[in-house]
């Protein structure tokens, strides 16, 4: 079976089994070559649900997680989102294609910046990236994600990937009235997703979603090294 093939019937999976309900970001999925973002010697399990290592001791969320986590934040062509635990970039390629799809004339593009600690990582990212096709649509920067990106603030979405203790308040700051935050909160063995949404006029609401296990968010505002 080819990744096309095997790309297929991981959506098909994925709506069965309720994970993916939206109609665009399941043609985000299909559109996504996720082999790309997992080192070589994991490219044949690319199109399980599973998450996967991806060196420094970190790993790519399982598929339904992104998928879950995509539909929460629920980005929209033209926007600004800002992910924090860039990783493997796969996750920033998905957001990519759905707010400056690759159908999508570039004018009507929105953009993706994507913030990781470690640079080894990010210099990875930033070349499975441009190997996808992502690269004038997503900016990887390096630094502490934790106190969001203020240069390129205020965002329409921000999703963050890695788990943190609290929802980073600069994180909340720099989001625009109308936007919205997913984040995986809790502590280090177990979070749950929580939906933030800014009201227009600055207010705040909060849901929560599913469990999920994501590694630990590094920095100012999350857990010590
Ligand atoms: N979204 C990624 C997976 C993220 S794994 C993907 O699609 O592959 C979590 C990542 O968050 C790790 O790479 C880790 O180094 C990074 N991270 C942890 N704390 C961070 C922080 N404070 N700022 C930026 N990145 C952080």
């Given at each position: 079976?080819?990744?096309?093939?095997?790309?297929?019937?991981?959506?098909?999976?994925?709506?069965?089994?309720?994970?993916?309900?939206?109609?665009?970001?399941?043609?985000?999925?299909?559109?996504?070559?996720?082999?790309?973002?997992?080192?070589?010697?994991?490219?044949?399990?690319?199109?399980?649900?599973?998450?996967?290592?991806?060196?420094?001791?970190?790993?790519?969320?399982?598929?339904?997680?992104?998928?879950?986590?995509?539909?929460?934040?629920?980005?929209?062509?033209?926007?600004?989102?800002?992910?924090?635990?860039?990783?493997?970039?796969?996750?920033?390629?998905?957001?990519?294609?759905?707010?400056?799809?690759?159908?999508?004339?570039?004018?009507?593009?929105?953009?993706?910046?994507?913030?990781?600690?470690?640079?080894?990582?990010?210099?990875?990212?930033?070349?499975?990236?441009?190997?996808?096709?992502?690269?004038?649509?997503?900016?990887?920067?390096?630094?502490?994600?934790?106190?969001?990106?203020p240069p390129a603030a205020?965002?329409?979405?921000?999703?963050?990937?890695?788990?943190?203790?609290?929802?980073?308040?600069?994180?909340?700051?720099?989001?625009?009235?109308?936007?919205?935050?997913?984040?995986?909160?809790?502590?280090?063995?177990a979070q749950r997703l929580?939906?933030?949404?800014?009201?227009?006029?600055?207010?705040?609401?909060?849901?929560?979603?599913?469990?999920?296990?994501?590694?630990?968010?590094?920095?100012?505002?999350?857990?010590?090294?």
């Amino acid at each position: 079976m080819g990744f096309e093939e095997a790309r297929r019937r991981l959506v098909e999976y994925l709506r069965a089994a309720g994970f993916l309900r939206s109609e665009r970001v399941a043609r985000a999925l299909l559109r996504v070559p996720r082999e790309l973002f997992v080192p070589p010697e994991y490219r044949s399990l690319a199109y399980e649900d599973r998450p996967l290592p991806i060196g420094y001791g970190q790993t790519v969320s399982a598929p339904s997680v992104v998928a879950r986590m995509t539909e929460l934040l629920d980005p929209r062509p033209g926007e600004r989102v800002l992910e924090v635990g860039t990783g493997s970039g796969y996750q920033a390629a998905v957001l990519a294609e759905l707010v400056a799809p690759s159908d999508w004339p570039p004018e009507g593009w929105g953009h993706v910046w994507s913030i990781e600690r470690i640079p080894g990582l990010a210099e990875r990212a930033r070349r499975n990236l441009e190997a996808a096709g992502y690269a004038g649509r997503v900016t990887v920067v390096v630094g502490d994600g934790s106190r969001g990106y203020p240069p390129a603030a205020p965002y329409d979405a921000i999703i963050v990937t890695a788990a943190a203790p609290q929802v980073p308040p600069p994180l909340v700051e720099q989001l625009k009235p109308g936007g919205r935050l997913v984040a995986p909160v809790g502590d280090r063995w177990a979070q749950r997703l929580v939906v933030l949404r800014k009201g227009p006029g600055g207010r705040v609401e909060v849901e929560e979603d599913i469990e999920v296990l994501f590694v630990p968010l590094v920095g100012e505002y999350g857990w010590e090294a």
